[in-house]
């Protein structure tokens, strides 16, 4: 399998419509973003494991939500959870030059893990931060859009005042172990307005405005 294979997957099902999402996955090789021994499967629409339990999304999940973000060149978004670096080289390949990326990971092994995979691909303007993301990152904000990569029981609450007015915020939500609702939100006059995007299955966030493990 090919990442030909997905991208016309996602083509022919309009999954993905935005040439610059579909732009970006061809340029961003995810090989480059799972463990060498995995390398035979890292084009199959399937999550992967990385390190410490925590997983790579599965790709067509990644493609949505890269989508539903609405990034344009120059726009500056935070992430919780690094992972692998994936999702953040292919929001920084989008935003370009004039934007940055700021993503935040909790386990340090991993956040050195994101570092070295984004030197291989060649993406700058992504910034990997160990520390608790469920925070925020007041330093750098406010953001354009904001996307948490894992699932959390509500938008935490600092993240509302990092969001620029008529930003976006994503994230999976709800209480639910094994499936949460991708909500995006946009913030009008300092409210989010939510819409439901799908049921989706991601790791738990962790810190002060995650799940008590
Ligand atoms: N975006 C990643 C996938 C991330 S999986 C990729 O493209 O590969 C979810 C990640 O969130 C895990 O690495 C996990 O360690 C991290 N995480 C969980 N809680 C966190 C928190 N409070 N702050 C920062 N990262 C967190």
Redesign the pocket.
């Known amino acids: 399998m090919t990442i030909d294979y997905l991208l016309n997957y996602w083509k022919t099902n309009r999954i993905v419509t935005e040439k610059r999402v579909l732009e970006a996955f061809k340029k961003i090789d995810r090989r480059l973003?799972v463990p060498q021994h995995l390398w035979h499967v890292a084009y199959q629409d399937t999550p992967l494991p990385?390190l410490?339990g925590?997983?790579?999304?599965q790709p067509t999940t990644?493609a949505i939500m890269t989508q539903a973000l609405r990034l344009k060149p120059g726009m500056k978004v935070f992430?919780?959870?690094?992972?692998?670096?994936?999702?953040?080289a292919l929001i920084g390949y989008i935003v370009g030059d004039n934007g940055k990326v700021i993503t935040?990971?909790?386990?340090p092994e991993?956040a050195d893990m994101a570092k070295r995979n984004l030197i291989k691909a060649g993406i700058k303007n992504v910034k990997v931060i160990t520390?608790?993301?469920?925070l925020g990152y007041p330093k750098e904000a406010p953001y354009d859009r904001i996307i948490l990569?894992?699932a959390a029981p509500d938008f935490p609450p600092p993240f509302i005042k990092q969001l620029k007015e008529n930003g976006i915020i994503l994230a999976p939500l709800g209480n639910h172990r094994f499936s949460q609702q991708l909500i995006r939100a946009t913030k009008r006059k300092g409210k989010l307005i939510r819409e439901a995007l799908g049921s989706f299955v991601?790791?738990?966030?962790?810190?002060k405005h995650?799940f008590k493990e």
Not at 54 to 57: A, N
Not at 79 to 88: D, F, K
Not at 131 to 134: A, I, L, Q
């Open positions: 973003f990385l410490k925590q997983t790579i999304s990644v992430e919780v959870g690094a992972g692998s670096g994936y999702q953040a935040l990971e909790y386990f991993l520390g608790d993301g469920s990569t894992c991601f790791v738990p966030l962790r810190g995650g």
